[in-house]
C-alpha cells in the first residue's frame, strides 16, 4: 500500500477546514440580491433608479374609510392601518409601483394591494408625471408602539422585482406618525390636479 | 552415484504455501464484516416496521402552534355567499368555508397561504384538491400573504355542486413546510407542505349540524 505522509495528509484536513470556513462565511443568495437603498427623510423628494418618492406624511387609524371606487366603505382590522401619503414619479416608461413596504422594529410589512383604482398601488405610472395618493399598511396593534418610538421606513420600487435594483427608502420620525380616530382613503391623482 | 538433485532455493518454503492457504481472502473479510453488520442492525431492530403514526388530532377552536404560522381553525360551514361580500356563489354551486384564525409568527410576510390548510370532504373535497380561493373572512378581498403578527381570519373556499349531499364529519388538515437548508439553487427554497395536525368537525348549515 502505498504510504501517505503525515504532512501531506495535515494538508488535506487544513485545505478541508479552510473550505468550510469559506462556505460558513460566504453570504446568503438573499443577501446578495438585496435591493440597494438610496435614503432620505420625510419631505424630501428620494430618487432611485426607476423611481423618485416624497413621503408627505402618515397617519395611523383603527378604521378607514375608503372614499370612492366599489370597495367597502369600511374596512375593518385586527390591528390598525398605518397610512403613508406620497408623490411618486416613475422616469424612464410606463410602470407601476408594485412594491412598497414599511419596517418597523425588525419586521417589515407589505402594502394592501386591494384598495380599488385609481390608488397609488397598482398605478400606471406616466414618465416624468408625478402621482400623489395614499399608501395602506395593515399592521398589529404592538407594532404602533414600535413606531412610535423608533420609527419607520418606507420603500418604494418599480417593477416587479426589485432585487438587485436601488429601492427608495424614505426614513419618518416616530414623533411625525400622526395617531388618528380615523382616516379617508381617496382616490390618487396627477400631482396638481386634486 | 545417485543422480543429483538441485533444489531451487527460490521456490516458497513449503509450510508457508499451507499458511496461505488458510488465510481468508480479502473478499471474505469484507462478506464476513458485511454479515456482521446486517446481524447488528437486526438485532438492534433496524428491519422492523416503522409504526406509522397519525397526524395529531386538535379541536374546533384550538391554536396550533406552528413554525411559521399559528393556526386556529374556527369553523367549517356550508353557504351560498362568499364570506365578506355577500356575493352569491356561481349557479348550482355552493360553498365549503373552512374558517380559520391565521398568525404569521416571522418577521416579514409569509405566502404559504393556499397551503396551509386542506379539506378532506368525504368525495365531494380531496386531500389534494386547492381550495377554490382564499379571503379574508370579514373583508372578502383575496389574501395572498399574511403579514407578520397580524392575526387574520382567512376564509378558505371549495366550489361544490348545490345538490350534493354532504358528509356528516370532514377532516381539517393543517400544514407546515419547512425550509431545505441544502437546496442547490435556492437559499429559501422549502419541502412540500405536510399534514401537521387535523381537526374533524361537522359541517355547520349542512346535514350533520
Redesign the interface.
Known sequence: MRRVSVGRALLGVGALAVAAVAVGLAP???DIVRPFPVRGVQGERVEARTLGAEVEGIGAAEEVTVEYGFA?PA??T??FWLVVEATVTTWKERQSLTYASVRVG?????TFS?LPAPALVGYSFDPGVPVTGQLLF???D??LDTAVAEGIEVSFAAGIDPRLDTVAVVEVEGSDVELRPTIAIERAVVEGRG | MLPTVEVDSRETPAPARRNAHRRLPWWGWTLLVAAAIIVAVGALGGFGDVPVQKVPRIELGETRAGVEIDVRVDEVAVTDVRPGTGNPAPEGSRFLVVEALLVNTGTSPTFLLDDSIRLVADRLVGVDDDPDSVVEARRGEPLTFLQPGLPTSVAYLWEVPTGAALPEEVVVGILERYRVSDDLIFDDAYGAPTAVARVVTGIEGGAGA
Do not use: F, I, V
Not at chain 1, 106 to 110: H, K
Open positions: 446568503e443568495t438573499e367597502p374596512l375593518p385586527e390591528g425588525d419586521a417589515t410589512y407589505r386591494s395593515e399592521l398589529p404592538e407594532a
